[in-house]
């Protein structure tokens, strides 16, 4: 990989790992990010001739207009990841999300740079009516802001890639775990286990399922993509077949933190909280088209994830 | 019809039909515009105690929640009507479709007002995989910034309706011509006409074509979805089989305005502007299903729609 490219959110979860690996590749970057979410420390280490840090907003053209120039692409990564906050505070999700992204696109077209990278997510297929979904299947009606704005942010990428010549690859995300993480259930349960190691409360009945993908293979499937396809855009779900229940993702969890004698406590309902789409399977069969499939199956992408989370997080236990 | 409507672009194309309609159905009405687009003379001979105009916009939030309060249901037809210069001025949609619609649904939300009726578009769809395309076909990839902001404004109103208990109609619409139109292609052709007969510039090489629906039937088919379809969120395509060229259209106003001798003459090209479609067929049929379907085929319908417009513009000739 060559030239120079900006990350935003580059100090967040995802962005954090894709700066390491696009630095690994032997391209430049720069990393764009508010810290809202994002952690300085995560990057830290990585800064250096090749690898500037900018702290910046993408709600302030300005410094969005001068981030992106002379950048040969952008991966945006940058956005409101905590769904409950979106649904309690109506307008994160599209100040964070929607309008960051017109933002970022806007400067890209003035500035002249015309590749980009998003990070999606299947939560725009809402309560999807096929199950496992394809990138295909409509229709595209979400049950949650999050879900809402990444929709908004596709639709505006899509009109951008057709109006102004931009190229895109939208990767529409399982759920990604590992190192670095900064939200999400295995985070909110090693907070809980911290305060109280006996009894580990579960939103839902444990049974909700998703596919996880672990971030190494998310980074590296953006990676894959964004070499490898070349249509004007370029749709993928990036996700392993299957899915990993919350009640395995909690025993996981227990186990890494070495505590048996826990009790798991389910608070009940098929959902765990307003806008979660409680059963989540993706068709990654067009990237596997293209011979890119996740290593690791969801069960496993989650074990691994799960200890790198509880080692980072619990590690002082 | 009972109780309280309130319609937001009551007085610009679709929305001052529906307005004289609501009203003759026996529900009361405000009506609510910037007049942006739309025309205080449209509404002001149906204004009276049954029938307030506000002269407000949707980024006002005090504004809106005042309008929106102690209404039974919002038709919310304010947007941005102007494709190209959403296109010339690329905020245009954001802020007058996307951004005016958050901010409805927020103050609906914060009234308790949960019923809400949205003027979708078939742009939302792109350019479809399949023709003619139906409501839950994917993938949703606007071209148009327009077209961008509709979609986002769904995934805004489906979020609502599950996480606030909000009930919803999105109906995507056809091209709708009838009396009172405020944008479009017979509306351009007449004042092209106006300033010179002897020649009729057209945009393309007049085979684009869609389906057009007499703005008394788009009025009909909203009212009788509303009244008719009951589930949390519904969505219809509001379109007839079939469509119309540019070309057909071109020589409908001609006929219409008494003209012979007029040449047309083609810019050439498949596509009238960037951001159009130029292949439109929507599948009507499950609105069909629950027994509405438009009365007049789409030649019809534009063949009626020209003879209003060129009458009501070009009257004065």
Redesign the interface.
Known sequence: MKGKALVTGGAGFVGSNLVREILARGADVTVFDNLLLGRREFVAPLEGPRCRFILGDLKDPGATRAAARGCDIVFHLAANSDIGEG?RR??TD?RLG??AT?NLL?AM?EEGVRRIAFSSSST?Y?QP?RIPTG???????????Y???K??C???I??Y???YGFQAWIFRFANVIGRNATHGAVLDFCHRLSQDPRRLPVLGDGRQAKPYLHVDECVGGILFGVERANDP?N?FNLSPEGATSVDALARMVLEAAGLDGTEIVYSGGDRGW??DVPQVRLDPSRLAALDWRPRLASDDAARQGVREIVAQVMGER
Do not use: W
């Open positions: 649904t109506t307008d599209l929607t309008l017109y806007d077209r725009i809402g009516k990138e295909d299947d409509g229709p595209c009606l979400p049950i949650s802001l879900g809402a704005s929709l908004a596709e639709g505006l899509s009109a890639v057709h109006l855009i749709v307003p806008g």
